[in-house]
């Protein structure tokens, strides 16, 4: 059967590769690096401890005979044979960004996964490459250049820090605030597609289902539930709208069943909503008064003192999709308000 290779990255077999690397070693090394990188008939990589149970032996020594396999393959007139495949690969490594999140580069070079097994192992033989193991920031992680890895990684916590759990950026945008904390970088590296892989490494930072980039901590980027993807569906409308078509847009954007009396449920307990007229919901970052009707007249009052009937209407119409008759109706409730000899209206304290 065809290996599926992405020819156009490189240009080598990575199978044919580590075959003739894997010639130079004795059986037992040679089988702890095939089981080690998943380069046999199983494809999962095993551990430590399941090849040492094999062998009756440590998991320490069997670390022991994976450090000396390698040794002696980079000591082998075969590795000095394949420079032209390390020297490949670090190519295009640096093309890839310098920086390279391992899932994201294997996948970049192979689609079979027995493939990209091939390349890790390779990648690890390689003594150019350096790999950063995950930590609770950033993802497993491969370059050349010390320099530049400090670099990136240095920017990615200084754009987490930037950020809160309410922000949400555009893709644009974060790339440019990502560049704003790095000094000193090669105009190769500028590129808005690699600017995106590096932003990719980071555990803290995301991207939700419209493009937009915040903290994964944030609901606007991980949603868990009706009221998260509500948000995104009316943040996206850019106006008041029916908790019926927020619904149905959220199947249709989302593809998340939304039952329409689940949505208005979610929408009023919620606070990043506000209810500005019959069904029709607004953000609360717009701008809009919380409350019923009548609440919203009393905070108008509180602001701008008493008011006709007339500049109460227009006031109350910028933060409720309400009739005036509506209006009306509250301000004759003398529990709530009281009208002067002037015809101003006041909240009654």
């Known amino acids: 059967m065809a290996t599926t290779i992405a020819a156009s990255v490189i240009s080598f077999n990575p199978k044919q590769v580590t075959a003739r690397l894997l010639k130079v070693l004795p059986e037992r090394a040679r089988d702890v690096l095939t089981n080690r990188f998943g380069m046999g008939k199983e494809t999962k990589r095993q551990t430590l401890d399941s090849i040492g149970k094999r062998y009756h032996i440590t ?28 020297t490949e690969l670090e190519k295009v490594l640096h093309e890839f960004g310098g920086l390279a999140g391992e899932e994201a580069f294997l996948s970049h070079l192979a689609k079979d996964v027995a493939v990209r097994n091939h390349v890790h192992f390779l990648l690890s033989l390689g003594e150019q490459f350096k790999k950063t193991k995950e930590d609770d920031h950033l993802k497993h992680r491969w370059h050349m250049d010390d320099k530049l890895a400090n670099k990136v990684h240095d920017a ?29 970088l090669e105009e190769h590296f500028k590129q808005e597609h690699i600017v995106k892989r590096w932003l990719a490494l980071s555990k803290k930072i995301g991207k939700n289902p419209l493009g937009e980039w915040g903290l994964v901590s944030s609901p606007h980027v991980k949603m868990k ?42 929408l009023i307990k919620d606070k990043r909503f506000v209810l500005v007229g019959r069904g029709l919901y607004a953000l609360a970052e717009w701008g809009y008064m919380s409350g019923v009707v009548h609440d919203v007249i009393a905070k108008v009052l509180e602001k701008h003192g008493p008011l006709t009937k007339k500049e109460i209407f227009e006031k109350v119409l910028k933060e409720r999709y309400v009739k005036e008759n509506t209006i009306s109706v509250n301000l004759q409730n003398k529990k709530f308000f009281k009208k002067d000899k002037e015809g101003k209206y006041s909240a009654v304290k």
């Open 59 to 86: 998991r320490e020594r069997v670390r022991q005979i994976e450090n000396y396999a390698i040794a002696s393959i980079r000591k082998s007139d075969a590795y000095k044979k394949e420079k032209p495949v390390f």
């Open 156 to 184: 990615l916590r200084k754009l987490y820090d930037s950020l809160t759990d309410k922000d949400l950026v555009s893709e644009l945008d974060i790339i440019a605030q990502f560049l704003t904390h790095i000094e000193d």
């Open 225 to 266: 539930g009706v009221r998260d993807y509500a948000f995104l569906v009316i943040r996206k409308h850019g106006s008041p709208i029916h908790f019926t078509e927020v619904a149905c847009a959220i199947e249709k954007m989302f593809g998340r069943k939304a039952h329409v009396a689940t949505t208005h449920n979610e």
